[in-house]
């Protein structure tokens, strides 16, 4: 059975870093294309970014340069740095698998990490 | 603000059938038949209902089907039972410098 588990969401202060964890279980991460969602508390969802299986990365413009989306094949184990936080970056972050000739649907969800940027 | 346009809310009666709207530009929806949708129980994560503008997962119900003409995309509920009570979410593909994006959501009532 295929199981997606994040960690390491939590409080932090404007300007600080987090970093999360997306444990896989029932498929290989490094063999697949996994993504980052986010959903801002009563929002919608939006797109944060993927990682190839051959590890390319791209992100959306409102989080590039500031979050590191990377993976440990020895662990299993997807994982998203996200440093300069800011108060729009408040959301629960999923990590997802993505599919499709571009990579834009995702068919396996984690149960997502609640990320709090106050001071 | 979403790059793909949903109506706020959609609702319909046991048995009835209802439609949700996503539209976008030449640049997402009517360019690509990448469009997906996924539905989302409160406090869950979003499940995967369609793909590829009308193709649907295993397990997911006939009565889920999507279509698209131009810029806008649809999925079509028929039957309506009181658990398709959720909101509901498009999604495809962009050529634009973010390659994802997301509709506002819709929340479907069964009344």
């Known amino acids: 059975e295929v199981q997606l588990v994040e960690s390491g969401g939590g409080l932090v202060q404007p300007g600080g870093s987090l970093r999360l964890s997306c444990a896989a279980s029932?498929?290989?991460?490094?063999?697949?294309?996994m993504s980052w969602v986010r959903q801002a508390p009563g929002k919608g969802l939006q797109w944060v970014s993927v990682i190839y299986s051959g590890g390319s990365t791209y992100y959306a413009d409102s989080v590039k340069g500031r979050f590191t989306i990377s993976r440990d094949n020895s662990k299993n184990t997807l994982y998203l740095q996200m440093n300069s936080l800011r108060a729009e970056d408040t959301a629960v972050y999923y990590c997802?698998?993505?599919?499709?000739?571009?990579?834009?649907?995702?068919?396996?969800w984690g149960q997502g990490t609640l990320v709090t940027v106050s001071s | 603000q979403s790059a793909l346009t949903q109506p706020a809310s959609v609702s319909g009666s046991p048995g009835q059938s209802i439609t949700i709207s996503c539209t976008g530009t030449?640049?997402?929806?009517?360019?690509?038949?990448?469009v997906s949708w996924y539905q989302q129980h409160p406090g869950k994560a979003p499940k995967l209902m369609i793909y590829d503008v009308s193709n649907r997962p295993s397990g997911v119900s006939n009565r889920f089907s999507g279509s698209k003409s131009g810029n806008t995309a649809s999925l079509t509920i028929s039957g309506l039972q009181a658990e398709d009570e959720a909101d509901y979410y498009c999604n495809s593909y962009t050529s634009s410098s973010t390659p994802v994006v997301f509709g506002g959501g819709t929340k479907l009532t069964v009344l």
């Open positions: 997802a698998r993505a599919l499709g000739d571009y990579l834009y649907y995702f068919d396996y």
């Open positions: 030449s640049s997402d929806v009517g360019g690509y038949n990448y």
């Open positions: 029932g498929f290989t991460v490094s063999s697949n294309y």
